[in-house]
């Protein structure tokens, strides 16, 4: 069992930038991909950013590559989301998620938390 647990969110005005961390729970955090998604309001939820097991491998969605970085401190059982250059379309509630593989989380089955939101104005 993994419980997840976002923070960081809030508002911000476009081209700011906000850091999203959410720390997990049990022993076996460097076994596990860890991703971030996103939903916004009347759509479906979507990948943003994922990252492998060592934090080396990383893959982005094409709407915030160059903009956003994942990272992880595997000592710390923490995995982030610098986002920069902040845009108005961004506003979302940003979820993590925790599965076996970064292949695996399409599925978007694996472990979630509770999710922080994310406010761009205009």
């Known amino acids: 069992q993994v419980q997840l647990v976002e923070s960081g969110g809030g508002l911000v005005q476009a081209g700011g930038s906000l850091r999203l961390s959410c720390a997990a729970s049990?022993?076996?955090?460097?076994?596990?991909?860890m991703g971030w998604f996103r939903q916004a309001p009347g759509k479906q939820r979507e990948f943003v950013a994922a990252c492998s097991r060592s934090g080396t491998s990383t893959i982005y969605a094409d709407s915030v590559k160059g903009r956003f970085t994942i990272s992880r401190d595997n000592a710390k059982n923490t995995v982030y989301l610098q986002m920069n250059s902040l845009k108005p379309e961004d506003t979302a509630v940003y979820y993590c998620?925790?599965?076996?593989?970064?292949?695996?989380?399409?599925?978007?089955?694996?472990?979630w938390g509770q999710g922080t939101q994310v406010t761009v104005s205009s």
């Open positions: 998620n925790a599965d076996r593989t970064v292949e695996a989380m399409a599925t978007m089955n694996g472990y």
């Open positions: 049990g022993r076996t955090f460097s076994t596990r991909a």
